[in-house]
């Protein structure tokens, strides 16, 4: 059936400016990680897509490696393309990113110029689209010269084939040396997209000569889109009794190990659970607005195996700002 987005998709989504850009990106994004590959049937796919529009959401986030396998995701996400997303392409900021192995011999990882584009060039071909919103480099290569990279990265914008450009996984100082490249080619690094949640703060850590990559991205006017926001799911109720068989930690347990959920997680997201039951939210709402609570972070890039959780978690903001103590309550757990 042809889809018909839902009229008031735009009334209750937040945007914000993502750092010194025009380009505002909505306060919850989607990630293609997981839950698009070959194993998930397309129809659930193409209602987590839907269902995220709907409400708001237009930012599809994913990378050349998306599966399993490696491409599935953007070959997936094309498909969807040419059903659903066609005629809205002006509606949506997709982004894809190139940085770790993604095919055989030396040329098909890390942060050549080499790579870059020719990996930017499979992925257009495989999502179905002229260009993407975002590129990203996925993550600091140690041994290219950090000039190249961010040459490749340049060339990408002139060539039309990104509109912005972005990094991931740098630290603090890795993301200034970024910054100063691009500024010498007179482009802007536009986003950085790190780890970050209430069980990972390396963001707010400081490091010698630069501060913290939050402090980078604020006296840089970089945006900031946050994965794993829920700590791929721990930072909701599902798995205070136990693990449920659908959930991550029990089908893919790379990421999230049955063995990271320990005693003492489990008794610190009770904790937070009372919490968030006060502010009347759901712990995954309050975890979401917890990483949102300084706009530094313009958005929370969360994963979804099913529609139900969206609607759940665009609703993160609509609780009450946190007050200083509730601020304090949660710090006292965390650092507990
Ligand atoms: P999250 O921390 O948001 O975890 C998402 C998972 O949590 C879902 O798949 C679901 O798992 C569970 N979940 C989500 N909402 C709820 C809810 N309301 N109630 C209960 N369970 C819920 O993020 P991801 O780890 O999925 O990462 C998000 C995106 O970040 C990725 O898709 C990708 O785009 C990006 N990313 C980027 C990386 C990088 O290096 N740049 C690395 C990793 C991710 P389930 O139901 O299956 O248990």
Avoid at 188 to 215: C, T, V
Wanted: net charge negative; hydrophobic share 40%.
């Amino acid at each position: 059936m042809t889809y018909i987005p839902a009229d008031n998709r735009y009334a209750s989504m937040t945007y914000r400016r993502c750092g010194r850009s025009g380009l505002k990106l909505p306060v919850i994004s989607l990630g293609l990680w997981h839950n698009f590959g070959s194993i998930t049937p397309f129809g659930v796919q193409q209602e987590l897509l839907r269902t995220a529009f709907d409400n708001g959401i237009t930012h599809f986030d994913l990378a050349n490696n998306y599966g399993p396998p490696y491409g599935e995701a953007e070959r997936n996400f094309g498909m969807h393309m040419l059903r659903d997303w066609k005629p809205h392409r002006d509606e949506l900021i997709l982004s894809t990113k190139a940085g770790y192995d993604m095919w055989e011999g030396p040329y098909g990882d890390f942060g050549s110029r080499k790579y870059l584009i020719a990996s930017l060039n499979q992925s257009l071909k495989r999502m179905n689209v002229e260009y993407v919103d975002i590129f990203y480099h996925h993550r600091p290569d140690p041994e290219t010269p950090i000039e190249e990279t961010a040459g490749a990265l340049e060339q990408i914008l002139r060539s039309g084939k990104a509109l912005y450009v972005g990094i991931s996984n740098y630290n603090a100082v890795q993301t200034e040396a970024m910054v100063k490249a691009l500024g010498s080619l007179s482009t802007h690094l536009l986003i950085h997209q790190p780890s970050y949640s209430m069980f990972n703060r390396w963001i707010e850590q400081p490091m010698e000569g630069a501060g913290s990559l939050q402090d980078v991205l604020r006296r840089e006017g970089v945006g900031c889109i946050c994965f794993a926001p829920l700590q791929n799911g721990l930072l909701t109720t599902k798995y205070i009794g136990g693990i449920p068989a659908d959930s991550r930690a029990a089908h893919d347990p790379r990421y999230l190990k049955p063995s990271d959920i320990t005693e003492e997680k489990i008794a610190k997201v009770c904790a937070l659970n009372e919490i968030a039951s006060r502010r009347g939210q759901a712990l995954s709402q309050m975890a979401l607005a917890w990483v949102l609570r300084d706009e530094v972070v313009t958005t929370a890039l969360i994963g979804a195996s099913r529609p139900s959780q969206i609607i759940e978690n665009v609703k993160a903001l609509d609780a009450a700002p946190f007050t200083a103590e509730e601020l304090a309550q949660i710090e006292a757990i965390l650092m507990s």
